[in-house]
């Protein structure tokens, strides 16, 4: 006997044998086992998902004499005529080569005639979205109202092309995409039939290439059995039949392209094409290892289940995530993509290859808002870099030059004469009300009558009253700007002069700098920051928001 194919000899005679469609099988078996059988059906999704395989189980199981709980039994006079394909009480057309009018009055001469040996007489029409205008036409009329023993089945994988005239005559079916599992499960009992077996990651990539569809998956299986080697199929086998590359390969570019590695990457794909796969697949192979790591920056647990990835994968994929800002993902996947489809027309796709490798590995220099948003993201992914270094005690900012200096002629002086250190305590006592409430009216008096020394003092923490004397407290990171401006002997006098009208009574004012080494250390890191965006976008574009960064 001549071999069958795979997705032939497991094409499902039962409704249960049906894969992923559990709606469309629950809804269908019921209508049956009632006998409540409409006269025209739609079976509408991607190609291999089981349309034209559930359209023949109907046609069998609405005319089985002996039907089990809706399924056919393929064992009565019907069934066996129905599959053996030797009774007209079937007929399958498909409108991809037969869409003309003609074809269709042909058809609907036969209409009129009962069924042979069944109740019904089934028209499987695949791929109807093919049918010209004046078919669907000449097909309206007996759609709506076909003679009783008459059912009509069409499948397409567009059914957006269908007129609305015959969506409104027919129930419709649609069929989704079969997930991975269930296809590796199948695939798994088909090969045990056949004494052979299959590394977890084989059946997982044949699965994740089938897109959803059993019959491609079918289709690729078949030539992995022919080349397995001592009954089994490994993971790379399955790699020469797809032409694909391994996960360590693409994991190895990913890492050049985190690095903005020119010549790493360029050394990848050259090793890429002396291995001789080819370009346009190990771009959609990238795009997908790309969509991989911004998933799992968008979910932050159980990614795996998204990307069907065990665990072990998916904390790979978050390590090499993390040195990626999003909006860099995003930028190289719109180009892999867009360069995936611009190969199919290129004379050397190598080049077209290189190219969208180093347009990855250049940072984006543009002006517009994507191509900022993006330096934008690099710069906040480095300042968290360096927050999480610093937090866990991996360096420690070196000193201001300044502090340096003063540090250095402090121990060249003689200690008899130095002067004694006044250190800030990091936890001030919470002022009390009366002082609170003559800053709040200071503050007021400034609000209206000197708008710029109460931008100084708004943002800043109020520390209390000692002594007849007003203090706030200044961040260490605004030393060289409103700590100076607010030392200055002409806005202390001011402030002094306001003060002691609010309180009724001579007092002074005094600025004190933020003294407590962990907030130092933290300014500095944002003053890094806030340099790298200076330098980013020029100064005259950047304007830095002081009260924020308390």
Known sequence: MAYQALYRRWRPTTFEQVLGQTA??????????????????????????????????????????????????GQCDVCRAIMSESTMDVLEMDAASNNSVENIRELLEQVRYPAQLGRYKVYIIDEVHMLSTAAFNALLKTLEEPPEHVVFILATTEPQKLPATILSRVQRYDFGRIPSELMVERMRLALSEMNITAEDEALQMVARAAEGAMRDAFSILDMCVAGAENGAITAAQVRDVLGTSDKDFLFAYGDALAAYDAGGVM????????????????????????RALLTVKAVEGDAASILDVTPEDEKRYREQADRFSAARLLRILDDFVRAEGELRFASTPRIGLESASLRACQQSTGESSEALLERIGELEQKLAEMEQKLASGAFAPAAPASAKRSSKANSDAPKAEAAPAQPVPPAQPAPNADAKAVWDAALKRLAKNEPPLYGLLRNERFIGEKDGVFRVMIPFAKKDFSYVKLGLPARKEKMSQILSEAAGRPVTFEPV??????????NDVRQAAEQSLIEAFGRETVQIDEGKTK
Not at 27 to 55: D, P, S, V, W
Not at 277 to 290: G, I, K
């Open 513 to 522: 700098l933020e003294g407590d080494r962990a907030g130092v250390q933290m």
């Open 24 to 73: 469309a099988v629950r809804t269908l078996r019921n209508q049956i086992e009632a006998g409540r059988i409409a006269h025209a059906y739609l079976f509408c999704g991607c190609r291999g998902t089981g349309k034209t395989t559930m359209a023949k189980l109907m046609s069998r199981a609405i005319n089985c004499q002996n039907p089990d709980h809706g399924d056919p039994c």
């Open 267 to 290: 050394r990848k794909v050259d090793e890429l094409m002396r291995s001789g796969r080819e370009p346009q697949v190990f771009l959609r192979e990238m795009a997908a290892h790309v």
